[in-house]
């Protein structure tokens, strides 16, 4: 495997590792008015391939954020409790579209280097031509 | 037959060896490479098929089309570069 070959191999992790990241934040704003819903946080990790000896990213084991639950005074609700409050999510719909435009970010610098590893090598190959 | 001829087939015969293919089995660091670059290109169609019926990821398709490209240049660059070494051959004056 060439140097280039690897580059190209790390970043696609890294795509997909960003690809992974939208999908859950996608399914923490798409519940945002879920009652009883956890947001979930994305953890990333780096995965040593050492059969090429290069450090890819890699999407951990997904947990959910402990944080308190909105209280939200309904009592029509049928979820109302005796105060005639009910647990919301504790999705915070900021932190998720901050969270996207980061992800967003990501992604096209990996798309960047990748576009960039493809043109050294044809750029190499240019040379034996004339 | 002449004695001329005679020994023209002789030593035809005896240099006849060196047109014999040499060491075939693949384990010639060309033939790895060859095997390697046969390697990529399947693995290339591979993915392509797998994308086709939903299996693979677009990420995958586009990682291994591009290592495709990248195997397929270099192929083709270092078959142009023999092709010409071997016409400037053919075309030294004997």
Redesign the interface.
Same mark, same amino acid.
Request: hydrophobic letters at 35%; aromatic letters at 0%; proline letters at 0%.
């Given at each position: 495997m060439t140097e280039f070959s690897k580059a190209l191999d790390v970043s696609t992790s890294g795509l997909q590792a960003q690809a992974a990241r939208l999908r859950h934040l996608s399914e923490n704003i798409s519940n945002a008015d879920t009652p009883g819903y956890r947001r979930k946080t994305v953890p990333f990790r780096t995965e040593f391939d050492a059969g090429n000896g290069v450090a890819k990213v890699e999407v951990g084991r997904v947990s959910l954020d402990d944080r308190e639950l909105e209280r939200i005074f309904d009592p029509s609700h049928p979820m109302a409790d005796t105060t005639g409050h009910f647990d919301g999510s504790n999705v915070n719909l900021l932190i998720e579209l901050a969270d996207a435009r980061e992800a967003q970010r990501s992604y096209e610098a990996n798309l960047k280097m990748f576009e960039q590893a493809r043109q050294m090598s044809s750029g190499l190959m240019q040379l034996l031509r004339r | 037959m002449d004695s001329a001829a005679l020994s023209a087939v002789q030593s035809y015969s005896a240099s006849r060896a060196a047109t014999q293919p040499g060491n075939t089995s693949g384990d010639s660091m060309f033939g790895r490479i060859a095997m390697d670059f046969a390697q990529t290109l399947a693995q290339g169609e591979q993915i392509a098929q797998q994308s086709m019926t939903g299996d693979a990821?677009p990420?995958?398709l *586009?990682?291994a089309l591009?290592?495709t490209?990248?195997a397929v240049?270099?192929a083709v660059? *270092?078959r142009?570069?023999v092709v010409e070494a071997y016409q400037e051959i053919l075309r030294m004056p004997v």
């Open positions: - | 990821d990420h995958a *586009v990682q591009a290592q490209e990248l240049e270099t660059t *270092v142009n570069k």
